[in-house]
Nanobody, 118 residues
Framework: QVQLVESAGGLVQPGGSLRLSCAAS????????MGWFRQAPGKEREFVAV????????YYAGSVKGRFTISRDNTRNTVYLQMNNLKPEDTAVYYC???????????WGQGTQVTVSS
């Protein structure tokens, strides 16, 4: 069993930056693929980024590629999402998720609100 707790999001101006973190409890954190997803008001939840267990492989949604960076620290059981050059369309509730394989996530965080507005 894995429990995931995201850090607080916040209100950011367009063009600004924000880093989210997601702390995991439980054992064998490095054996889990970790993903970030988001859900904007009135829309379905969408994929943002994923990172392999070792951290050596990452993949991004086209809408965030080049602006967001996913990373992890397996010594701290934590995954991060660095978000730069934020846009109003990045406004959403952001969730981290853990799974044994890409595309199959068994554990989810509670979500954290990110609002990009001037």
């Amino acid at each position: 069993q894995v429990q995931l707790v995201e850090s607080a999001g916040g209100l950011v101006q367009p063009g600004g930056s924000l880093r989210l973190s997601c702390a995991a409890s439980g054992r064998s954190f490095s054996t889990y693929v970790m993903g970030w997803f988001r859900q904007a008001p009135g829309k379905e939840r969408e994929f943002v980024a994923v990172i392999s267990g070792s951290g050596s492989s990452t993949y991004y949604a086209g809408s965030v590629k080049g602006r967001f960076t996913i990373s992890r620290d397996n010594t701290r059981n934590t995954v991060y999402l660095q978000m730069n050059n934020l846009k109003p369309e990045d406004t959403a509730v952001y969730y981290c998720a853990a799974g044994r394989i890409v595309g199959s996530y068994n554990f989810w965080g509670q979500g954290t609100q990110v609002t990009v507005s001037s």
